[in-house]
Structures are given as C-alpha cells and as structure tokens.
T-cell receptor, first 114, second 116 residues
Framework: NAGVTQTPKFRILKIGQSMTLQCTQDMNHNYMYWYRQDPGMGLKLIYY???????DKGEVPNGYNVSRSTTEDFPLRLELAAPSQTSVYFC?????????????FGPGTRLTVL | AQKITQTQPGMFVQEKEAVTLDCTYDTSDQSYGLFWYKQPSSGEMIFLIYQGSYDEQNATEGRYSLNFQKARKSANLVISASQLGDSAMYFC?????????????FGPGTRLSVLP
C-alpha cells in the first residue's frame, strides 16, 4: 500500500491564482481530512469528509473548496490564492468513526503564495 | 468543547536520558482515544502511540510510553533513552465518539531537542 499520497510536494503561486492539491489514499478509508500547518504551529482542520459525496467544513474553510467523488480521492481547491494561504497542507485519512483508529498522513504540500 | 493543551513549547534533553512531554485534554465524552505524533524536520507526521479511555494499562511502544492519568485528564508521553533522532515536534491529539467524533483535535505541539 502506498498509504496517503499528495501532489504536488511544493508549489509557488501568485496572488489571485488558483490550484488544486491532490490527495489519494489506497486503504479504503472512509474518513479523509485536510489540514494546514503554519510555521511553528499545530494543525488546523480545513475540511473533512466522512465518505464519498459527503464533506463538511472544519475550523478554517474560507478560501478553500473540496469534493469527494470517490472513496480514494479528496482534492482541495484553492481559489484566488492569498499570501495568508502560505502554509504546509496535509491530507490524512482514517478508517472509520471509531475513536481507536489513528490518522494516516500524507507527506504534505508546501505552498507559497507571493 | 474538545481541547488539547501542551504547555511546553520547547524541551531539551540530554542524549540517553528520559524525557516527559506533557499533554492534558478536555472532553465530556466517556469514550475517546489519545494519540501522539512525531513531526521531524522533514515534515511528515508519524504516529507513535495510542491510548484508549477504557484501557487500564498504560500504552507502550518500544521506547515510547504513555502515562495516562484519567482522573487528571493527562496523557503524557515518556521517551526513554533519548536519541538524537528524537529531536522533532511532538503533537498530542484526541478523538471522541460524540458529534465531534469524526474529527481529531490536536495540541499546539512541543519541540524536543536532544543534546549530544
């Protein structure tokens, strides 16, 4: 199993540009998450999904959109990039709504908006 | 509301010594899981150890152990025989079965530096 994969690993955007961060997991996990991590800080939840076709906002959803058309994929869309969106973005997944299930993280995407 | 507190922004430990990283949590749920993750300078998040709220024994995974004190709502990570490779950020996290049960709550992290 590849686990959770994210592309790209690095990206530089200009203000106002848009992009999609890709996330794929091959563990058949129902729950998927997008976090952002600002320098020296913890993780903040952007969006999450409990299954294909079902998504919901987390703590910091403004400026982002998500979709979940398949169990495997959970892309994060940035519209009109702003410098405040400079961060490292992590995708994660967990099998089910069982409190014992840990999250599996992707390697992260480092995004810089100039 | 669910909350994780890590009061130590940074910690130093001498190589081969043991170190305890503090974590306290707040939840009204009876069923919950507590997790510790390591984030080295390379940036990936690595799962270390898990403790369930009903587990009577403290969890152990190699050099990692979790000092679980349920009445005090604390879940401290103990690393024995520290190694230089243990230098990293460490995050405590919690998951519950309530309405918030689909999500994990993370603490702000503790940066551990192991000195040679």
């Amino acid at each position: 199993n590849a686990g959770v994969t994210q592309t790209p690993k690095f990206r530089i955007l200009k203000i106002g540009q848009s992009m999609t961060l890709q996330c794929t997991q091959d563990m058949n996990h129902n729950y998927m998450y997008w976090y952002r991590q600002d320098p020296g800080m913890g993780l903040k939840l952007i969006y999450y999904s409990v299954g294909a076709g079902i998504t919901d906002k987390g703590e910091v959803p403004n400026g982002y959109n998500v979709s979940r058309s398949t169990t495997e994929d959970f892309p994060l869309r940035l519209e009109l990039a702003a410098p405040s969106q400079t961060s490292v973005y992590f995708c994660a997944s967990t099998r089910d709504r069982v409190y014992a299930d840990t999250q599996y993280f992707g390697p992260g995407t480092r995004l810089t908006v100039l | 509301a669910q909350k994780i507190t890590q009061t130590q922004p940074g910690m130093f430990v001498q190589e081969k010594e043991a170190v305890t990283l503090d974590c306290t949590y707040d939840t009204s749920d009876q069923s919950y899981g507590l997790f510790w993750y390591k984030q080295p300078s390379s940036g990936e998040m690595i799962f270390l150890i898990y403790q369930g709220s009903y587990d009577e024994q403290n969890a152990t995974e190699g050099r990692y152990s979790l000092n679980f004190q349920k009445a005090r709502k604390s879940a401290n990570l103990v690393i024995s025989a520290s190694q230089l490779g243990d230098s990293a950020m460490y995050f405590c996290a919690m998951r519950t079965l309530g309405d918030y049960g689909q999500n994990f709550v993370f603490g702000p992290g503790t940066r551990l530096s192991v000195l040679p």
